[in-house]
């Protein structure tokens, strides 16, 4: 049987095929150090799993909305100014939110610019949605708004900014940001911000936000998550804030596509919501420390910008990659030889890196770059 060209031109995440090859190593009986995995080492907090167990028990287990639960729309609206649950849209995480934004503003042939490194999914995304993905290279991981100027053609619908970033940690300057608004706004382009990492920030550091920018609203379109945020990855709860005309568009796709996020997560949200940044503040500290330590280490060996957020490293390991060897070759060494596994650059469009995590127990980053420095 016959495939549509649509899939056979779509890779598989670079991210789900190490993790796979993890996982059968470990079933082997190996002692893998899992330096390659993007999700917080907390658990959930305590009033998220109660909230989500008094939904079930109290018989929160049906249809509900397909754009979501109105108070939990309402309450995410209040980090909007000017925005009500009318500019909300509550999805299957942000991985669901970003794939249906493209297939709601990409025509056959659209244009969508992406700085480079980017996360895995977002060009097969466009892709999946008819478009094409029009890579940007950054400089020193930061934005660089003559590149994106100079990238914009007649086809071009939108630019993706994604900050913190996912795989550098690099966290973008407000003047930039501001830039990239300016541009979209002469352009009458799309200006969709991934900001999944926005409590990850480090050094005392304010992460703008796209929002900020009062005049680019209309073409803005934020998407965020509760899954690095509050330590939630499984409930797969994200969401979009934009014009309600977009909202609106974006709501008649997903009634189609998966109707209503899972009900009782949705109060385990709402419950999140209640609790202030401060509360998560251990998470940022700790998360910080971790940085510090892995940042000094990487440096022992290769040459690695200091992200401010997020929580991977993205150093540049090409001294190391002789006779041909790529990363994607480097990576699988290190899992194989030593049992410490991270991520090649080539899924993020970068031969010549590799993305280290940090988020894991300080004993097991200890033991990771002690073997990743035995090993080189």
Same mark, same amino acid.
């Given at each position: 049987?016959?495939?549509?060209?649509?899939?056979?031109?779509?890779?598989?995440?670079?991210?789900?095929?190490?993790?796979?090859?993890?996982?059968? !190593?470990?079933?082997? @009986?190996?002692?893998?150090?899992?330096?390659?995995?993007?999700?917080p080492?907390?658990?959930?907090? @305590?009033?998220?799993?109660?909230?989500t167990?008094?939904?079930?028990?109290? @018989?929160?287990?049906?249809?509900?909305?397909?754009?979501?639960?109105?108070?939990?729309?309402?309450?995410?609206?209040?980090?909007?100014?000017?925005?009500?649950?009318?500019?909300?849209?509550?999805?299957?995480?942000?991985?669901?939110? $970003?794939?249906?934004?493209?297939?709601?503003i990409?025509?056959?042939?659209?244009?969508?610019?992406?700085?480079?490194?980017?996360?895995?999914?977002?060009?097969?995304?466009?892709?999946?949605? @008819?478009?094409?993905?029009?890579?940007?290279?950054?400089?020193?991981?930061?934005?660089?708004c003559?590149?994106i100027?100079?990238?914009?053609?007649?086809k071009?619908?939108?630019? !993706?900014?994604?900050?913190?970033?996912?795989?550098?940690?690099a966290?973008?300057?407000?003047?930039?940001?501001?830039?990239?608004?300016?541009?979209?706004?002469?352009?009458?382009?799309?200006?969709?911000?991934?900001?999944?990492?926005?409590l990850?920030?480090?050094?005392?550091?304010?992460?703008?936000? $796209?929002?900020?920018?009062?005049?680019?609203?209309?073409?803005?379109?934020?998407?965020?998550s /509760?899954?690095?945020?509050?330590?939630?990855?499984? /409930?797969?709860?994200?969401?979009?804030?934009?014009?309600?005309?977009?909202?609106?568009?974006?709501?008649?796709?997903?009634?189609? $596509?998966?109707?209503n996020?899972?009900?009782?997560?949705?109060?385990?949200?709402?419950?999140?919501?209640?609790?202030?940044?401060?509360? !998560?503040?251990?998470?940022?500290?700790?998360?910080?420390?971790?940085?510090?330590?892995a940042?000094?280490?990487?440096?022992?060996?290769?040459?690695c910008?200091?992200?401010?957020?997020?929580?991977?490293?993205?150093?540049?390991?090409?001294?190391?990659?002789?006779?041909?060897?790529t990363?994607?070759e480097?990576?699988?060494? !290190?899992?194989?030889?030593?049992?410490?596994?991270?991520?090649?650059?080539?899924?993020?469009?970068?031969?010549?890196?590799?993305?280290?995590?940090?988020?894991?127990?300080?004993?097991?980053?200890?033991s990771?770059?002690?073997?990743?420095?035995?090993a080189?």
């Amino acid at each position: 049987m016959k495939l549509s060209d649509r899939i056979t031109q779509i890779e598989a995440s670079g991210t789900v095929r190490f993790t796979q090859l993890i996982q059968q !190593l470990r079933g082997q @009986g190996r002692d893998i150090i899992d330096l390659a995995v993007g999700e917080p080492p907390y658990d959930t907090p @305590g009033v998220v799993l109660e909230a989500t167990k008094q939904a079930l028990d109290t @018989g929160k287990t049906k249809y509900s909305p397909a754009a979501g639960l109105p108070e939990l729309k309402s309450r995410l609206a209040q980090q909007f100014d000017g925005y009500d649950q009318r500019n909300i849209v509550i999805s299957n995480g942000s991985k669901q939110c $970003l794939y249906t934004m493209f297939q709601v503003i990409c025509n056959p042939s659209d244009q969508v610019i992406i700085p480079r490194p980017y996360w895995v999914s977002f060009p097969q995304q466009v892709k999946l949605a @008819g478009g094409r993905p029009v890579f940007v290279d950054t400089s020193n991981h930061q934005l660089d708004c003559d590149k994106i100027e100079r990238a914009i053609t007649s086809k071009t619908r939108a630019i !993706l900014i994604n900050s913190p970033n996912n795989p550098t940690g690099a966290v973008y300057s407000s003047e930039a940001l501001a830039g990239v608004g300016k541009i979209a706004l002469e352009h009458n382009l799309y200006l969709i911000s991934d900001e999944a990492y926005c409590l990850f920030v480090y050094d005392g550091y304010n992460a703008a936000s $796209l929002f900020n920018f009062e005049d680019i609203r209309p073409l803005l379109i934020i998407t965020r998550s /509760f899954s690095k945020h509050y330590g939630m990855t499984g /409930f797969r709860i994200g969401y979009v804030a934009a014009s309600r005309e977009f909202i609106r568009a974006f709501s008649v796709l997903q009634s189609h $596509l998966t109707g209503n996020v899972c009900t009782f997560g949705q109060y385990g949200a709402l419950a999140a919501l209640s609790m202030d940044d401060r509360d !998560l503040e251990d998470w940022r500290t700790d998360m910080q420390h971790k940085r510090d330590y892995a940042w000094q280490r990487a440096t022992e060996f290769f040459d690695c910008v200091k992200p401010r957020g997020a929580f991977y490293l993205f150093p540049d390991i090409s001294r190391y990659l002789k006779n041909g060897m790529t990363s994607v070759e480097f990576s699988e060494r !290190l899992l194989e030889n030593c049992g410490v596994a991270v991520v090649p650059g080539e899924v993020f469009g970068m031969a010549e890196h590799i993305r280290i995590s940090y988020a894991v127990s300080e004993d097991r980053l200890v033991s990771g770059f002690d073997k990743i420095a035995e090993a080189l």
